[in-house]
């Protein structure tokens, strides 16, 4: 269980915000942090951490795509996928990367995918 102010976002394939939680004591920013995490997962259908594994071998491409507003390549971010079609992505924000890796998984177990 992570014992971390955190914040966490959903949004759907186009990236549009579906929902917010903000734990009290969570530092502002990781808000909008959150937010383009759940963009990231949810546009280029991979985790944060896959993407940012994905792109490790060209540099140039990494840096490019790292540099575009939103995108966001360390832990955090999870596509949502149903039947094979990513239809969301979730955010967390406000941890270290295992937390926020660990809270992602979790509210996708509780979605059930």
């Known amino acids: 269980m992570v014992e971390t102010a955190l914040a966490k976002v959903a949004v759907d394939a186009g990236g549009a915000l579906v ?4 734990d009290d004591g969570a ?3 990781s808000v909008e942090i959150s937010r383009d995490k759940a963009w990231t997962a949810a546009t ?3 985790t944060t951490d896959a993407l940012c ?4 071998p ?3 491409l990494r840096e490019g795509i790292a540099l575009r507003p939103g995108v966001v390549l360390f832990g955090g971010g999870a596509p949502i996928v149903v039947e094979g079609r990513v239809v969301g992505g979730i955010g967390v924000s406000g941890g270290s990367e295992d937390d926020d890796r660990a809270c992602a998984a979790a509210g996708l177990a ?3 995918v």
């Open 53 to 56: 594994e994905a792109l490790a």
């Open 110 to 112: 509780a979605l059930g």
């Open 19 to 22: 929902a917010s939680l903000r």
């Open 44 to 46: 280029f259908g991979a």
């Open 58 to 60: 060209r540099e140039v």
């Open 27 to 29: 530092f502002s920013a």
